[in-house]
């Protein structure tokens, strides 16, 4: 029995996450794109989303049709939005819509308790399974040094970079502290022996690298480097795309990257 498409919604769908999902969904069955909103006074309100496309961009959610799942790349003003209509229908949400303030995350959380919903600053399954091993890593070598490095374009504004921080918070959690307490962020001039359980950070920024991190667990004659490298950066749009089409056959609650790969624990076979 062939199993329907899931009836997405996009929201933000003219940025740049907006544009790579939409070349994506083109060539992807799981999904059947019904309704792809824009900002009020975009140029490209009421054009068709490609070349031939009957499907147009809309401004609003009021006139969409049903929907299984909304992908959300946006802002704090156009998910408020998208949350709204989602909590009216009853349908899936996976936002990736950063800058939040206290209220909206507040009105996120109580969301979680009606509709099933999916919030990452980053897509990337393979950051996803690296943040797992990383944090494996950090609680069965407690002892050993920790680094983080991470390279990216020239163009980016902020150092470290989110995903970097994001690998440090989960690695400090493992170790029963906080990245507030080990982070080392800098280092220059004589700064004396390595702090016992701290955490430190390193930055390259060059070129159009897309994004590099690597963890390094540093032992007494050892080490063990963790990686991830990003060569598209339609990997993102892979990765939201994943996290819709596993969440839509989810109940209610607040769900993160990390579910959308779980696999579970087998013990294994006994001989004998």
Known sequence: MTTPPIRL??????????RALLALLRDDPRF????AVVAPGSADDGQPIHHGAALRFAHEWSDA??????IDFSG????????????????ALVSGTTGLDATMEARLDQ???????????NFSLGVAVLTRLLRDAAAALPGWDLEIVEAHHNRKQDAPSGTALALGHAAAEARHTTLDQAAVYS???QTGPRTEGSIGFAVVRGGDIVGEHTALLIGQGERVELGHRATDRSIFARGALQAAHWLSSRPAGHWAIDDVIAVPRQLPAQHG
């Open 9 to 18: 919604g996009l929201n933000g769908a003219s940025g740049r996450m907006g």
């Open 76 to 91: 704090p003003a156009a998910l408020d939005g998208a949350l709204t209509h989602c909590l009216a229908r009853g349908v």
């Open 111 to 121: 969301a979680a308790e009606r509709i099933p919903l999916l919030r990452a600053a």
């Open 65 to 70: 049709p049903a929907l299984d799942a909304m």
């Open 187 to 189: 280092r220059e001039g």
């Open 32 to 35: 059947e794109l019904v309704h």
